[in-house]
């Protein structure tokens, strides 16, 4: 079997699972392909890396040796699924956890809120202090979705003794009630929020939801954060409302186009902190996702396919 581990940006992948056990033929790519139906003819299983690479019908019809499937995670938007099912392509999930993505949340906002790049890099450079700071305490966090990464959020800015309130279309009171969160319309979701954190899963529901008119109804010292997915919210109105001070920052770590582009005007916002999509790259998510992805392609070889995607 020749394998292919895709997008491994830190070449880290072999030490995670028992590689040797699958005795195949593996290649390990460390950059994002330039061409992904000519780089993966002849390989009989991909390792796909999250939504890092698309898989769509045209390319998945045009890899005719392609018999496996691996993503990492639960749910990979970037395959279709329908299409690979329909090409006798099997597509096999990891296990995945949550927690790694709400700490980093947390990251972000404590980043922010405290100025510490600018910090980081007045110490770097020999100076001392260069700004004033924001606290967290009394102020109101607020979740766009309260699935269970929203939830966590909450709990944790809870810790901090701040109000939390939450909006998504299907949302009730009596779902917010559990995690002790008010729910609240849209409208008061964007005026009210000190901290805005969002935690939706990308759809065409939720592309671009977060726009000119949303930010514009947002405190000038709110901050918005977004460790969900990039398109959630209109990247070009973002630039344009950091730029304008409509808001007093933001904190990212998922963008539109990744990996992120070197000349991307968010790079050259003060306001803006940001972070190479991170939020799941931790080790302990790693050991699952590399392997499980073993156990996948080992269950493929002996016949039962585990852990597909449906």
Same mark, same amino acid.
């Given at each position: ?7 491994? @940006? ?15 033929? $593996? ?24 939504? &890092?690479? &698309?898989?769509?019908?045209?390319? !998945? ?6 018999? !496996?499937?691996?993503?990492? %995670?639960? #749910? ?19 296990? @995945? ?13 404590? *980043? ?13 450079? %020999? ?13 109101? !966090? ?18 901090? %003794? ?28 964007? *005026? ?12 065409? &529901?939720? &592309?671009?939801?977060? %726009?000119?008119?949303?930010? *514009? ?44 582009? *070197?000349?991307?005007?968010? #790079? ?9 999509? $991170? ?6 998510? @790693? ?24």
């Amino acid at each position: 079997m020749r394998i292919a581990i895709l997008d491994d @940006y830190q070449n880290v992948a072999l030490t995670f699972g028992d590689w040797d056990s699958l005795k195949a033929d $593996i290649t390990v790519f460390t950059e994002p392909l330039t061409d992904v139906v000519k780089q993966l003819q002849g390989f009989d299983c991909v390792v796909a890396m999250r939504e &890092r690479t &698309r898989f769509p019908a045209e390319v !998945l019809g045009a890899l005719p040796d392609l018999k !496996l499937l691996v993503s990492t %995670g639960k #749910r990979n938007a970037a395959i279709d699924v329908a299409a690979a099912r329909r090409g006798g392509i099997v597509v096999s999930a990891t296990g @995945y956890i949550g927690e790694p993505t709400a700490e980093h949340t947390w990251a972000l906002i404590l *980043a922010a809120s405290r100025n510490l790049p600018q910090e980081f890099r007045s110490m770097r450079e %020999g100076g001392w202090q260069t700004g004033v700071g924001t606290m967290l305490h009394g102020k109101t !966090l607020g979740l766009l979705g309260l699935g269970r990464l929203g939830a966590g959020a909450a709990k944790i800015g809870q810790v901090f %003794g701040m109000e939390t309130i939450a909006w998504s279309q299907n949302l009730t009171q009596e779902k917010a009630d559990p995690h002790g969160v008010t729910a609240v319309t849209k409208d008061e979701l964007f *005026a009210r929020s000190d901290v805005l954190s969002v935690h939706l899963v990308l759809s065409e &529901r939720t &592309r671009g939801l977060v %726009g000119a008119a949303e930010l *514009a109804a947002m405190k000038p010292t709110a901050l918005l954060v977004n460790t969900s997915r990039g398109p959630i919210v209109d990247e070009a109105a973002l630039v344009d409302a950091l730029r304008r001070k409509e808001i007093r920052a933001a904190a990212l770590d998922v963008y539109d186009t990744e990996p992120f582009p *070197a000349d991307h005007p968010l #790079r050259t916002l003060d306001n803006a902190v940001l972070t190479p999509h $991170i939020g799941f790259v931790t080790r302990e998510v @790693y050991e699952i996702f590399y392997g499980d992805a073993v156990e996948d392609i080992a269950a493929y070889q002996a016949g039962s396919p585990i852990r597909v995607m449906e």
